[in-house]
């Protein structure tokens, strides 16, 4: 048996040692994973088997350690532990090395005494002393709900990269217990808020399984779209009735609302459908941004790369949904099914019904934008849309609706603000920085395939190419030997179009924006290259313009700067590295993620060196297409 099983951060194994050696010295037996958990797979036999012979687990909470996903699962796995027999701080310490506590979940163990390294020997004190009321090795155990009312869910095995939610939600619920440092003595609700397929009830439902030892009472499922009919079908009688129920049980129980409509409903009514009990615990899932006064709010975004990459089962499709999870499922099971990535990208993008409605067998793209329903607040989406993916203001949205319509700046502004507003509150935007928006990947997509004046998102369309690109003044060419010049042919519409679509893809890209040292993956930075060339060549085929050199005209065109970006640029790079490091990629031993394998490879830094190198010709390409296209996205091209 062991006194401690240690937790700790891999990028912490430096600092962990003496804390290990402190603590043997002192007479405790330590068990520290020199391997880690695999990325993905959740928690391991060897790590489960080990935590059952620990007397408690200690946790060296850097700021670092709420990131890593085995460092969670191990925290999780002993929380829940000491939960099930009444305290979960009895099989859990913390060491914090940091200055302050809020990187520190759940909320009762960031309540709680840290111990500082900085004494050793009261560290080693006070673990003993904290040791010395237990006798027996923790008991570990399979979730299972004791009491669910309308069921009881499987755990879903595509719940991936959400075990930080998870705790902010638990924290949140749980604020009260901790009154000294949340300041809050009694306990409010929680909202899971976030835009339509991101996972918003899977988080609310994961957490009711995980953590059901917090309510013995139980756990209520109610849906949010039909609240009354649901409340009358858990049996119990009606409101009256479900206080005298709880009442009766006498023991916390959790109350989940989920899916809120909350565009038919007021805060007063939503605030109504709260647990009907004090001893209930209400957490609510709804799009809405507008509610604050509902309770904590926990947004949810989309998966970060690695986890986005193991659902979809490609890289190029996980970038191309943003990281959405609903997408991702619906493509990784397509790709396990045998279709081919790069078919199902193509298909993505491809007009007539929505691949995710396909694969879906249902119109699932309709409810990412269900919730448009103002004339403001979709012409505002329209004018996302239009510069997609590049972010606009609200200011630069009132300038296109005022070009398109020809009204007073004082109307378009406010249609504008509006618009933006309810799109912010409803979850349909992505903040890019403090003013600036853009549109999500999938809201798009949806918004593409259920515009329902398709006419007008063309108007303002032009309006925001003419608005915000502008124009520039005809381009000459001197004649050799000769002070004449004459006007050069001005590209077609076709031209400017393909121009315009490849500046706005490249701008965005690694290679024009540059990756920092030691961030990133390199993995991703050569599928990004990579799809690059796909979309060259899909814009040119949509604009019917052939790849080629092009002829010495004195001036660059797009079949020349196509021809340069694909041949010239991007091929003699990945040529050489995409084998290299595939084949280094191959040797990763599987209790290493990849990423970490990465950054130890040790052609790492001359493949960045290259790649930093690339941006010089990207930006010359890009100036090139800007002359083409008339728009300026305030890239300087160099040389």
Same mark, same amino acid.
């Not at 993505?348 to 607040?377: F, K, P, Q, Y």
């Not at 005209?553 to 021809?563: I, W």
């Given at each position: 048996?062991?006194?401690?099983? +240690?937790?700790?951060?891999?990028?912490?194994?430096?600092?962990?040692?003496?804390?290990?050696?402190?603590?043997?010295?002192?007479?405790?037996?330590?068990?520290?994973?020199?391997?880690?958990?695999?990325?993905?797979?959740?928690?391991?036999?060897?790590?489960?088997?080990?935590?059952?012979?620990?007397?408690?687990?200690?946790?060296?909470?850097?700021?670092?350690?709420?990131?890593?996903?085995?460092?969670?699962?191990?925290?999780?796995?002993?929380?829940?532990?000491? +939960?099930?027999?009444?305290?979960?701080?009895?099989?859990?310490?913390?060491?914090?090395?940091?200055?302050?506590?809020?990187?520190?979940?759940?909320?009762?163990?960031?309540?709680?005494?840290?111990?500082?390294?900085?004494?050793?020997?009261?560290?080693?004190?006070?673990?003993?002393?904290?040791?010395?009321?237990?006798?027996?090795?923790?008991?570990?155990?399979?979730?299972?709900?004791?009491?669910?009312?309308? /069921?009881?869910?499987?755990?879903?095995?595509?719940?991936?990269?959400?075990?930080?939610?998870?705790?902010?939600?638990?924290?949140?619920?749980?604020?009260?217990?901790?009154?000294?440092?949340?300041?809050? @003595?009694?306990?409010?609700?929680?909202?899971?808020?976030?835009?339509?397929?991101?996972?918003?009830?899977?988080?609310?439902?994961?957490?009711?399984?995980?953590?059901?030892?917090?309510?013995?009472?139980?756990?209520?499922?109610?849906?949010?779209?039909?609240?009354?009919?649901?409340?009358?079908? +858990?049996?119990?009688?009606?409101?009256?009735?479900?206080?005298?129920?709880?009442?009766?049980?006498?023991?916390?129980?959790?109350?989940?609302?989920?899916?809120?409509?909350?565009?038919?409903?007021?805060?007063?009514?939503?605030?109504?459908?709260?647990?009907? %009990?004090?001893?209930?615990?209400?957490?609510?899932?709804?799009?809405?941004?507008?509610?604050?006064?509902?309770?904590?709010?926990?947004?949810?975004?989309?998966?970060?790369?690695?986890?986005?990459?193991?659902?979809?089962?490609?890289?190029?499709?996980?970038?191309?949904?943003?990281?959405?999870?609903?997408?991702?499922?619906?493509?990784?099971?397509?790709?396990?099914?045998?279709?081919?990535?790069?078919?199902?990208?193509?298909?993505? %993008?491809?007009?007539?019904?929505?691949?995710?409605?396909?694969?879906?067998?249902?119109?699932?793209?309709?409810?990412?934008?269900?919730?448009?329903?103002?004339?403001?607040?979709?012409?505002?989406?329209?004018?996302?849309?239009? !510069?997609?993916?590049?972010?606009?203001?609200?200011?630069?949205?009132?300038?296109?609706?005022?070009?398109?319509?020809?009204?007073?700046?004082?109307?378009?502004?406010?249609?504008?603000?509006?618009?933006? *507003?309810?799109?912010?509150?409803?979850?349909? !935007?992505?903040?890019?920085?403090?003013?600036?928006?853009?549109?999500?990947?999938?809201?798009? %997509?949806?918004?593409?395939?259920?515009?329902?004046?398709?006419?007008?998102?063309?108007?303002?369309?032009?309006?925001?190419?003419?608005?915000?690109?502008?124009?520039?003044?005809?381009?000459?060419? @001197?004649?050799?030997?000769?002070? *004449?010049?004459?006007?050069?042919?001005?590209?077609?519409?076709?031209?400017?179009?393909?121009?315009?679509?490849?500046?706005?893809?490249?701008?965005?890209?690694?290679?024009?924006?540059?990756?920092?040292?030691?961030?990133?993956?390199?993995?991703?930075?050569?599928?990004?290259?990579?799809?690059?060339?796909?979309?060259?060549?899909?814009?040119?085929?949509?604009?019917?313009?052939?790849?080629?050199? /092009?002829?010495?005209?004195?001036?660059?065109?797009?079949?020349?700067?196509?021809?340069?970006?694909?041949?010239?640029?991007?091929?003699?790079?990945?040529?050489?590295?995409?084998?290299?490091?595939?084949?280094?990629?191959?040797?990763?031993?599987?209790?290493?993620?990849?990423?970490?394998?990465?950054?130890?490879?040790?052609?790492?830094?001359?493949?960045?060196?290259?790649?930093?190198?690339?941006?010089?010709?990207?930006?010359?390409?890009?100036?090139?297409?800007?002359?083409?296209?008339?728009?300026?996205?305030?890239?300087?091209?160099? /040389?």
């Amino acid at each position: 048996m062991w006194d401690v099983f +240690l937790s700790y951060s891999r990028s912490d194994a430096d600092l962990v040692r003496p804390l290990v050696r402190a603590l043997s010295d002192g007479g405790l037996s330590v068990f520290t994973d020199e391997t880690g958990v695999a990325s993905f797979a959740g928690i391991s036999d060897t790590i489960r088997r080990e935590l059952s012979r620990s007397k408690a687990l200690l946790a060296y909470y850097s700021a670092g350690y709420p990131e890593r996903e085995a460092c969670q699962w191990e925290l999780t796995t002993a929380y829940l532990a000491g +939960l099930g027999e009444g305290d979960p701080r009895r099989r859990v310490m913390v060491v914090n090395p940091e200055r302050t506590t809020d990187h520190i979940h759940p909320v009762e163990l960031r309540d709680a005494r840290h111990a500082s390294f900085d004494d050793p020997a009261a560290l080693v004190s006070d673990v003993r002393a904290h040791l010395a009321r237990i006798d027996e090795p923790m008991t570990i155990t399979e979730p299972g709900v004791r009491r669910w009312l309308l /069921g009881t869910p499987e755990p879903r095995p595509d719940f991936l990269g959400r075990l930080s939610e998870l705790w902010q939600v638990h924290s949140a619920l749980h604020a009260h217990a901790a009154p000294l440092v949340t300041g809050r @003595a009694a306990a409010l609700a929680a909202q899971i808020r976030g835009m339509a397929g991101i996972g918003k009830t899977l988080l609310a439902q994961e957490y009711a399984l995980r953590f059901e030892a917090a309510y013995p009472g139980g756990v209520c499922w109610v849906n949010g779209e039909a609240y009354d009919e649901s409340v009358r079908a +858990l049996g119990t009688g009606g409101a009256g009735a479900l206080f005298e129920y709880f009442d009766a049980i006498g023991e916390p129980f959790l109350w989940i609302v989920d899916d809120v409509p909350a565009e038919r409903f007021e805060a007063r009514e939503i605030a109504a459908m709260r647990a009907p %009990h004090p001893l209930g615990r209400t957490l609510f899932t709804l799009r809405s941004r507008s509610y604050d006064v509902l309770g904590t709010p926990v947004d949810v975004g989309p998966l970060d790369a690695p986890h986005a990459r193991v659902l979809a089962g490609d890289d190029a499709l996980a970038e191309a949904v943003g990281g959405h999870p609903l997408a991702l499922g619906l493509l990784g099971r397509a790709v396990r099914s045998g279709e081919q990535p790069q078919r199902l990208y193509d298909r993505l %993008h491809a007009r007539g019904r929505s691949l995710l409605d396909t694969l879906a067998d249902e119109d699932v793209t309709g409810s990412v934008v269900r919730d448009v329903g103002t004339r403001d607040t979709a012409d505002a989406l329209r004018c996302m849309a239009a !510069l997609h993916p590049l972010p606009l203001t609200t200011d630069e949205v009132a300038q296109v609706l005022g070009a398109a319509d020809r009204v007073p700046r004082v109307v378009a502004s406010r249609r504008a603000t509006n618009g933006v *507003r309810e799109l912010r509150a409803r979850s349909l !935007l992505t903040p890019a920085t403090d003013e600036r928006w853009s549109l999500h990947p999938v809201t798009l %997509h949806a918004w593409h395939h259920h515009d329902p004046a398709p006419a007008r998102a063309e108007a303002l369309r032009h309006a925001a190419l003419r608005t915000l690109c502008g124009r520039r003044d005809p381009v000459t060419l @001197a004649f050799p030997d000769s002070r *004449r010049e004459a006007p050069m042919a001005a590209p077609s519409e076709s031209e400017r179009m393909a121009a315009y679509d490849m500046q706005v893809e490249l701008v965005t890209r690694i290679g024009v924006q540059e990756l920092a040292p030691g961030t990133g993956s390199l993995r991703e930075a050569l599928a990004s290259l990579k799809s690059l060339i796909d979309f060259t060549r899909a814009t040119l085929h949509t604009y019917s313009i052939g790849l080629e050199r /092009g002829a010495d005209l004195g001036r660059p065109t797009v079949q020349s700067l196509a021809y340069a970006l694909v041949n010239d640029t991007i091929r003699p790079f990945t040529t050489p590295w995409h084998p290299r490091l595939a084949a280094y990629e191959a040797r990763c031993p599987v209790d290493t993620s990849p990423l970490d394998h990465e950054a130890a490879w040790p052609e790492a830094e001359a493949m960045r060196a290259e790649l930093a190198a690339l941006r010089e010709p990207l930006l010359r390409i890009v100036g090139g297409l800007g002359d083409i296209s008339g728009a300026d996205f305030g890239v300087a091209a160099t /040389g």
